[in-house]
């Protein structure tokens, strides 16, 4: 008796734990990414340091849920995740000039990594997996509702924010390049749902093609051009899966090329021999000498936007020049152990993707302090984890 009552006690607490971090991936998704105004600073502290002890408690309490440190050592995301927290410590220590500057924004980029560390470890089972996509779907009906008050009434909850402030970016037309991002990723998570489930009835089917629908419509509204052509090319991609029979010796193939065009591409652009006509490439071009005197630890937090005009405006680069070459390399690793698992399960249109957006397409201002893209990067590295934990128990 005492045994059972324990037993339910523990399954209480790992279903408060569970609908504390849905809780919090909703609030990222309206909040510190929303043009709602909530004063995410002190939210950020308060609720996410209880939602990290909640986590740790349950970690230490169910030994089954450890598992996802080891595996997340293994396919690299956590082991990037560490790296960048104490190489971005020294960073930091070494580039403090524009202190006021650096820290909001390291700290932003920390509290959400952190937050998509809690994700990871609080992530046992599938049935925890589809919660938290759930949530992130939520989160995009609540965004549907600001976006349209700002369509047909033109009226903004909130007056944009200074970009050096923890909150710089939002979603919502006061920056439609993070609006559009955040639309690439719940197009992306919807289609794991949709393949998750064992049977979608009629109302699911249209409810999902609506919703692809209306995110490439908002797409176009908010002019983000990136937005469009990667909502195009990722629906193109799902279509060619359903279409074609595409075996893993063809997805390895494309693979290989996309990254070996990809590393051409990070070559030209860290000597600065990109041409100027874009104002993106710009951006890189004005970076590369001050880079390079400091290629290790980069140009610490927030560096990019310090010696620019702007942000680079790209995941990728702004990890390689704010952070150093060795965070960019362990970034990079994570990116190809993810792949490969995902051609394990002959994912072709998620193997696109993953080339896709973290590493080209997302072209968000300040990508690194946004918590939606750890949260669809932590939801992401985690489906092949739970694919693995599927498959075995149905063995």
């Known amino acids: 008796m005492v045994k059972d009552q324990m037993i339910i006690k523990k399954v209480q607490f790992e279903d408060v734990v569970k609908s504390i971090i849905a809780l919090n991936i909703i609030v990222v998704g309206i909040g510190s990414a929303s043009s709602i105004y909530i004063p995410i600073p002190f939210f950020d502290y308060i609720v996410f340091v209880m939602m990290g002890l909640a986590v740790f408690i349950l970690v230490l309490a169910n030994c089954s849920y450890r598992k996802n440190l080891y595996v997340g050592l293994e396919n690299g995301y956590l082991l990037f995740t560490f790296t960048w927290f104490i190489l971005g410590i020294l960073s930091l220590i070494f580039n403090f000039d524009h202190g006021d500057v650096r820290i909001p924004i390291y700290l932003s980029s920390i509290i959400a990594i952190f937050f998509s560390f809690c994700i990871y470890l609080g992530c046992r089972d599938l049935k925890d997996f589809k919660l938290y996509l759930k949530a992130y779907l939520i989160s995009l009906f609540l965004n549907y509702g600001f976006s349209v008050n700002e369509i047909f009434f033109g009226k903004h909850i909130t007056e ?21 991002t955040f639309l690439i990723y719940t197009t ?4 794991l749902l949709y393949e998750l489930r064992d049977k979608n009835s009629k109302f699911q089917q249209l409810l999902y093609c609506g919703i692809i629908v209306v995110n490439f419509i908002l797409c176009i509204v908010t002019g983000s051009k990136a937005g469009v052509l990667a909502q195009i090319l990722i629906l193109f991609m799902f279509f060619v899966k359903k279409i074609m029979n595409i075996d893993v010796q063809s997805i390895k193939i494309i693979v290989c090329l996309v990254l070996a065009l990809y590393v051409v591409f ?25 880079f390079w005197k400091n290629f290790v630890l980069g140009l610490g937090p927030g560096g990019n936007v310090i010696e620019n005009d702007g942000w680079v405006h790209n995941l990728s680069f702004e990890i390689l020049f704010d952070y150093g070459i060795v965070v960019f390399l362990f970034f990079i690793n994570m990116l190809v152990k993810t792949i490969n698992k995902f051609i394990a399960y002959l994912k072709f249109e998620m193997v696109f993707v993953m080339l896709l957006l973290p590493i080209i397409w997302i072209s968000s201002s300040s990508a690194l ?26 063995e």
């Open 266 to 290: 990070v070559v030209i652009a860290a000597f600065g021999i990109l041409p100027d006509d874009g104002e993106r490439f710009s951006y890189i071009n004005k970076i590369v000498p001050s």
């Open 160 to 180: 944009p924010r200074s970009v050096f402030q923890m909150t710089s970016t939002y979603v919502g037309f006061s920056n439609q390049n993070n609006y559009a």
């Open 188 to 191: 992306i998570l919807l289609y």
């Open 369 to 394: 302090s946004l918590h939606f893209t750890w949260t669809f990067m932590s939801l992401f590295t985690l489906y092949p984890l739970i694919m693995d934990e599927n498959t075995i128990k149905s």
